[in-house]
């Protein structure tokens, strides 16, 4: 199946810093990338939707301006957490779609921690 | 608007037993239906998937899943688990490009 890479896989950061989480899509282009964010014992709840050369789209509830989301090219999205808190420590996975659309792979995740 | 439940948060099977994980879901066409399993701190792998065509799915690591149109159901099965199996699971329902609705999760325990 397709590979999609997620990195970093943990990264703790200082409160009011930014952090910038990767999404590649190693072996395919993917004109749709999505992010989740996964509570402890919880399940994933979509972000936003990103597509290639456009703005993203969030989900309500989700900050834009605190979470944000660029997909510049075919293999590559990225989250940028600015102004991290406490709060937004978190599991963060993303997932991409292939030029079918009819599975999506999901990269290993992030854990994030802001102490 | 699309969901999808998975009413046993937490199910414990003897190694070698037979599992079966329930999931059910709303959606207003026909659905595109997924199990993934996440081992702790890591991603989601994908099981098996139904799109059309044969009820009876087979996917990796020898689970099965039935698609029931009339019970809005989509089981996940495995004759005989194995210590590995040990993960959570997870339902999830989308259409074509959607994006992807997840169910609550199944957390298995597997005891000797």
């Known amino acids: 199946g397709a590979v999609v890479s997620q990195h970093p896989s943990r990264v703790i950061c200082k409160s009011g810093t930014s952090v910038k989480i990767e999404c590649r899509s190693l072996d395919f282009q993917a004109t749709t990338m999505f992010w989740y964010r996964q509570f402890p014992k919880q399940s994933l709840m979509l972000m936003a939707t990103s597509n290639e050369g456009s703005k993203a789209t969030y989900e309500q509830g989700v900050e834009k301006d605190k979470f944000l989301i660029n997909h510049a090219s075919l293999t590559l999205s990225t989250l940028t957490v600015t102004s991290a808190h406490p709060e937004d420590s978190s599991f963060y996975i993303c997932?991409?779609?292939?030029?079918?659309?009819?599975?999506?792979?999901f990269g290993q995740g992030t854990r994030l921690t802001v102490v | 608007a699309q969901s999808v439940t998975q009413p046993d948060i937490h199910i414990t099977v003897s190694e070698g037993a037979s599992l079966e994980l329930r999931c059910n879901y709303s959606y207003g066409a026909t659905p595109y239906l997924f199990w993934y399993v996440q081992s702790p701190g890591q991603g989601l792998q994908l099981l098996l998937k139904?799109?059309?065509?044969?009820?009876l799915v087979q996917g990796i690591k020898g689970f099965e899943a039935e698609f029931k149109r009339s019970q809005s159901s989509f089981n996940l099965r495995k004759p005989s688990v194995h210590w590995s199996d040990a993960a959570e699971y997870f339902c999830a329902v989308g259409g074509g490009n959607e994006k992807l609705t997840f169910g609550t999760g199944t957390r298995l325990t597997i005891i000797p």
């Open positions: 139904y799109f059309s065509g044969d009820t």
């Open positions: 997932s991409a779609l292939t030029g079918q659309n009819t599975e999506a792979f």
